[in-house]
């Protein structure tokens, strides 16, 4: 699978953004897309996930302020961001999850965008 991510930017604090990931393949394949972040000396962490159900999963740090969706028509998944704050700050990637008949998950990820909050 080969991810495409989109929509970084510069945003002042309370400002929003529309990242966008296009996918290689039929999402609908997939049993879990999302978004991960790392700002510089962190470690990657989880933003937002949405199983090919349509279930959705969130970081407490961006609960009610992000939302994460699916286009299956268009292969792509967004995560729409509200509310941004400095500590949003990150290099986001986009993730696949496929996992196979033995329950193994495989991780595909998209080259990072940068989203910068700051005034």
């Known amino acids: 699978v080969q991810l495409q991510a989109s929509g970084g930017g510069l945003v002042q604090p309370g400002g929003s953004l529309r990242l966008s990931c296009a996918a290689s393949?039929?999402?609908?394949?997939?049993?879990?897309m999302g978004w991960y972040r790392q700002a510089p000396g962190w470690q990657r962490e989880l933003v937002a996930t949405?199983?090919?159900?349509?279930?959705?999963n969130y970081a407490g740090s961006v609960k009610g302020r992000f939302t994460v969706s699916r286009d299956n028509a268009r292969n792509t998944v967004y995560l729409q961001m509200s509310g941004l704050k400095p500590e949003d700050t990150a290099t986001y990637y986009c993730?696949?999850?496929?996992?196979?008949?033995?329950?193994?998950?495989?991780?595909?990820w998209g080259q990072g965008t940068q989203v910068t909050v700051s005034s």
């Open positions: 949405i199983t090919s159900g349509g279930n959705t």
């Open positions: 393949e039929n999402i609908r394949s997939i049993n879990v």
């Open positions: 993730n696949a999850q496929k996992i196979n008949s033995d329950g193994v998950p495989f991780h595909y």
